[in-house]
């Protein structure tokens, strides 16, 4: 059974600092892109920044560029994780993480962590 098991998120002032981790099992996970993609109610959902071993690619969103920085560690434990730096307001969201077969695919999904920046 696949699982991907998001963690980390809460309540941040502007400016702040958290990072989310996501936990992933029943997959082999070199083999898969990983994606932190957030939803805000009333909006689109947007893609925040994703990650592939197999080619070493990233993504970021305009949005999260320089603050935002996606990593993953596959030695000790599957997880891929979001350290999110400058926290603003408008970042308030659930962050939910993704994997997929490559960049821009996602397959599997994690449950979602609330992330509230306050001004």
């Known amino acids: 059974e696949v699982q991907l098991q998001a963690s980390g998120g809460g309540l941040v002032q502007a400016g702040g600092s958290l990072r989310l981790s996501c936990a992933v099992s029943?997959?082999?996970?070199?083999?898969?892109?990983m994606s932190w993609i957030r939803q805000v109610p009333g909006k689109e959902r947007e893609v925040v920044s994703c990650t592939s071993k197999s080619d070493g690619s990233t993504y970021y969103a305009d949005s999260v560029k320089g603050r935002f920085t996606i990593s993953s560690d596959s030695n000790t434990e599957n997880e891929v994780f979001l350290q999110m730096n400058s926290l603003k307001p408008e970042d308030t969201a659930v962050y939910f993480c993704a994997a997929g077969v490559s960049l821009g695919t996602y397959i599997h999904w994690g449950q979602g962590t609330q992330v509230t920046v306050s001004s």
């Open positions: 029943g997959i082999t996970f070199d083999d898969y892109a």
